[in-house]
């Protein structure tokens, strides 16, 4: 994943409370300055033209397919509705509660969390102007089944839906677009509409589904006279206060307006104020591009925001004026390495690989404390479930004495070849060629394959061919609960296919793990759940399934004429275009 990207995974069940907030996803607040989270202006006011900046070309545009951390929060509070959201506030507490949205209240459940019921708003409209209906979501969620169609978004309904599993380890229930073999009668069971009312049946607790639905797009409504399946992947038909003029391009950018038939009165200011009249998405310059106009702050960079971090070459750039514009929070993604295990099969080899890598080197490389905090586990230390993973206490700089004892311990011939691959950026080149440096000196012969096309990568490395040996991806929590972070990534079961890995990268297959990922999914209570999470993240670094890098900062510079400027709480640390405006 690009280093600013949330991306997501298979269908595993979560547990976690919800009394627990979404810290893993939190980040700075309070005043204003190279350190704050808040805005130097006053509130925004209606009209103008926010311009937003992006480098990479966007992954997918719909709902159902969506997991971009930028692409999750721009979407939510522009394009799309959902039952529930989370409002915009610098107060973390409060960024992530929901609040009803096109549903009248935050929901109801019963059966000790196993049925969640919502009613849908009355006066709600698509921007045809037709209403949207209990059926519509019904449909939208029925897309998530489609797993050969609809991929690369959350599909965590495949495991939590009260619907069988078939042979292959799938719901029998395959989606819309067939009507072979295909369990309609299950799904019509799990989902149910009478009138506005919609309910969904699941297998086991879902005590913070809300949280859920607030931060994803899988049970967003969906028309189906409007789905084209694959080919709706970058299509857009809105039910919020803005809508596509013209042609959206994934590649080069695309441009907002009003949508007609929004009525701001079935809808919540405190997630979406919609106060540019035009929003127009900037896509491809680079990252250095997109500083410079920024910085010099001149035509429509004065009135723009970008999802792309300062590059460190500018940081002394950064002062006086320009620094009153800049903002460094900790983001909720951690970096990391995976394995791959078709590849790279001795554990000793892993072992010393993980040994030898130098975390502070690829932190210096990539701009030091501005760019990341320092990881000892895949799961971030705000995330419920997290602890310290006795397998990574080594030195931040690596042991390359240790790796090479690990080596010749086990019997294994040096130099070993291995190809590293990652996105590549002049600065991901830096920090790659860093750890190729160390791992050189412990014994590995390594080919560094930077892939420049970034907007591909994730589904490059879900292939099941892939040729990389190690391979670098990123991941934030999309709850508070390790079991949105371990169990997507690493549980084989919902994951490995003949035609993808899904999130496991790195084709990691563990009984014992898996075992302690059922133990969470069917624990009884939080602390149970937790303490298999726990045990499960002491298998993954046993087996060396994956070496933990660091923890994103994103160091994001604004425009002087924008207004209302905060960073998206709940899920990403982005932009957040709810309360944004421009001068």
């Not at 935050?106 to 209906?133: A, E, L, N």
């Not at 299509?235 to 701001?264: A, C, E, W």
């Not at 925001?305 to 929070?329: C, E, K, L």
């Not at 397998?391 to 390359?400: I, T």
Request: with cysteine; proline share 6%.
């Amino acid at each position: 994943m690009a280093s600013n990207r949330k991306k997501a995974f298979a269908a595993v069940a979560a547990l976690a409370s919800a009394s627990v907030v979404l810290a893993g996803c939190g980040g700075g607040s309070g005043s204003s300055g190279s350190n704050g989270n808040s805005n130097t202006t006053a509130k925004a006011t209606k009209g103008g033209t926010l311009t937003y900046y992006i480098r990479d070309a966007l992954e997918h545009t719909d709902p159902q397919r969506v997991y971009l951390g930028r692409e999750l929060t721009n979407l939510d509070r522009t394009v799309y509705r959902r039952l529930v959201s989370f409002p915009a506030s610098t107060d973390t507490t409060k960024a992530t509660t929901p609040v009803a949205d096109l549903a009248t209240d935050t929901g109801h459940s019963s059966q000790g969390g196993k049925v969640w019921k919502f009613t849908v708003k009355s006066g709600v409209k698509w921007q045809d102007g037709k209403p949207i209906t209990c059926e519509d979501f019904k449909y939208g969620a029925s897309r998530v089944f489609a797993t050969d169609v609809i991929t690369g978004g959350p599909n965590y309904l495949l495991s939590y839906l009260d619907i069988p599993l078939g042979s292959d380890g799938l719901p029998t229930y395959k989606g819309p677009y067939t009507t072979k073999n295909n369990d309609v009668a299950s799904f019509n069971k799990a989902i149910t509409c009478q009138g506005q009312t919609i309910t969904y049946h699941f297998k086991q607790p879902w005590p913070d589904f809300p949280l859920a639905v607030a931060s994803l797009g899988m049970m967003d409504p969906y028309r189906k006279d409007k789905d084209q399946g694959d080919k709706s992947n970058f299509q857009i038909f809105s039910n919020g206060p803005y809508m596509v003029q013209g042609k959206l391009d994934h590649n080069r950018g695309y441009t907002l307006v009003r949508n007609p038939n929004y009525d701001p009165k079935t809808d919540n200011p405190e997630i979406r104020e919609a106060n540019p009249d035009k929003i127009v998405y900037d896509i491809g310059k680079t990252g250095e591009q997109i500083a410079d106009q920024l910085i010099a702050d001149n035509g429509a960079a004065q009135t723009a925001v970008t999802d792309r971090s300062i590059p460190p070459a500018y940081y002394t750039q950064i002062t006086g004026s320009v620094a009153d514009r800049a903002v460094n929070v900790q983001s909720p993604f951690t970096d990391y390495l995976v394995l791959n295990f078709a590849r790279v099969k001795n554990l000793a080899v892993r072992q010393a690989l993980a040994a030898a890598t130098n975390d502070q080197g690829w932190i210096d490389a990539g701009g030091g404390s501005k760019s990341y905090d320092p990881a000892d586990s895949i799961v971030s230390p705000t995330v419920k479930g997290y602890q310290s993973n006795p397998a990574f206490k080594r030195p931040s700089s690596g042991d390359v004495d240790a790796a090479k004892q690990i080596l010749q311990k086990a019997g294994v011939k040096t130099p070993i070849n291995l190809s590293f691959t990652y996105p590549s950026t002049p600065t991901a080149d830096k920090q790659a060629a860093v750890l190729k440096d160390t791992w050189k000196q412990a014994g590995f012969n390594v080919t560094l394959d930077g892939v420049a096309n970034s907007s591909t990568y994730y589904t490059n490395i879900q292939q099941p061919d892939q040729k990389a040996d190690i391979i670098w991806a990123g991941w934030g929590a999309d709850w508070p609960s390790a079991i949105t972070v371990t169990a997507p990534l690493f549980d084989s079961r919902p994951n490995l296919r003949k035609n993808t890995n899904g999130q496991d990268y790195g084709r990691y297959q563990s009984d014992a793990f898996n075992k302690f990922i059922t133990q969470a999914q069917t624990a009884s209570s939080l602390d149970a759940q937790t303490k298999a999470l726990q045990q499960a993240d002491i298998q993954l670094g046993k087996d060396v399934a994956y070496i933990p890098l660091e923890i994103q900062k994103f160091y994001l510079l604004r425009g002087s004429k924008v207004t209302g400027y905060m960073t998206d709480a709940a899920s990403s640390m982005y932009p957040d275009l709810g309360p944004i405006g421009v001068q």
